[in-house]
């Protein structure tokens, strides 16, 4: 989709890095969108121009996907290729940007691509489920307030430790080890809004926020290899809001930065993998929704996620409602009339993570 590329041999000394510092100029002096430098032979880079910007009006491929379990094309990439979630190779991934940036829309995406695969969906909304509720018939459970949440999350952890049993006796190292019909089903938990997790107003809620933020920090350390995959979406991802969100962060390996209003949460999302990915965030404007940064270790890109509507998600989740599997360890500890096992269990959880957090 660039429209112009020539490929440079480096004089001695130089290195790519030399080019791609000098890229905004020569964006500017060319009058083009955008000059983006990559390397290509030792000893050589590539220095293309688009003369506008690929993302305003992307082209859509007619394929969702590759049809591969936990693999969903969730948009384009600048460059014209697919831009592919794919769980099993990045596990968890952390979501932010400004209120109508695009977060919820590329939820829907990657919901409306997951919905036909055999995979469980959970969701955590504790805007009382404004955005999740949705796709409540494709969902295995739904919290939505913070209680129910902790319960949730607790419940979470409780199926992966089980998991590990069932691994350990198998003696494989993973759910992917264990043969086909033995292994459990994928869960993709899904947080949108993870403030409203860790934003707290009393003492109470403190040890809540305090439980939910161990609960996820111990799903991402545990869950990839027993099937455990987090998604987690927020405005503002900043240590403000405690510090079990640095420690989660550095645990949700694939980045996504949509448009943000304060440079901090853009820096928290991107900063530690790459000051230039930080930059092109910072220039994403107001009319350009579902346009942002991703990042991972590898390097960075920008994208914009297909503009699945609302309604469309809806539909999806109704259609493949019949392939919700029934956790029901899960859906009771979601419940809003959790009993018995599950009625105390936020105050357990928070007990029983102090205790491993002291030992
Ligand atoms: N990929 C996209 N292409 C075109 N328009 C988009 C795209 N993504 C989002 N939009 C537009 O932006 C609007 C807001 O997006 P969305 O609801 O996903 O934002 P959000 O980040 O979840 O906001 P909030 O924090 O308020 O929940 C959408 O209703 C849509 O009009
Ligand atoms: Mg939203």
């Known amino acids: 989709m660039f429209s112009a590329g020539i490929v440079v041999r480096l004089l001695p000394g130089q290195v790519p890095q030399d080019f791609a510092k000098a890229a905004p100029a020569m964006a500017e002096t060319w009058q083009v969108h955008a000059v983006r430098v990559t390397p290509w032979r030792p000893g050589y880079v590539r220095v293309a121009a688009s003369a506008a910007d690929p993302l305003a009006a992307p082209r859509i491929p007619a394929q969702r996907g590759s049809g591969r379990l936990l693999n969903v094309a969730v948009g384009v990439l600048e460059t014209g290729a697919p831009w592919v979630v794919d769980l099993r190779q990045i596990p968890h991934w952390l ?28 969701g955590i909304d504790c805007k009382g489920g404004m955005e999740l509720s949705l796709y ?64 707290i107003a009393n003492r109470g ?28 979406a927020g405005q503002r991802v900043g240590s403000d809001l405690g510090p079990g969100v640095t420690a ?35 220039a994403i404007r107001p009319d350009q929704a579902g346009t942002a940064v991703l990042a991972s270790g590898d390097g ?44 105390a269990a936020a105050t357990v959880v928070i007990e029983r993570l102090d205790r491993d957090d002291n030992a």
């Not at 036909?116 to 959970?122: G, T």
């Not at 809620?205 to 987690?232: C, M, N, P």
């Not at 820096?267 to 930080?278: Q, R, S, T, V």
């Not at 914009?304 to 360890?329: F, I, K, W």
Request: glycine share 6%.
């Open 300 to 343: 960075w890109e920008r994208a914009r996620s297909h503009l699945v509507s609302e309604t469309d998600a809806e539909l999806t989740a109704s259609e493949y409602a019949h392939l919700t599997p029934d956790l029901p360890q899960l859906r009771d500890a979601a419940g809003a009339f959790a009993t018995g096992k599950y009625a």
């Open 136 to 199: 409540e018939p494709r969902l295995s459970a739904l919290a939505t307030n913070r209680t129910q949440a902790v319960r949730l999350l607790a419940a979470l952890v409780d199926l992966t430790t089980d998991r590990m049993a069932v691994c350990r006796t198998a003696r494989v190292r993973n759910v992917w080890g264990l043969p086909d019909d033995e292994r459990p089903v994928p869960v993709v938990v899904i947080v949108d809004e993870l403030a409203e997790l860790f934003l």
């Open 95 to 122: 979501i932010v940007g400004a209120t109508r940036s695009g977060k919820s829309t590329l939820i829907n995406a990657l919901v409306a691509g997951l919905a036909p695969q055999p995979v469980a969906l959970v």
């Open 205 to 232: 809620e403190k040890d809540e926020a305090h439980a939910a933020g161990t609960a996820l920090i111990r799903l991402a350390q545990l869950g990839s290899a027993l099937g455990v995959f987090l998604v987690v």
């Open 248 to 282: 989660l962060r550095a645990q949700l390996g694939g980045r996504v930065c949509h448009r943000v209003a304060d440079p901090g949460t853009a820096e928290m999302a991107l900063g530690d993998l790459n000051p230039d990915a930080l930059k092109a965030a910072q």
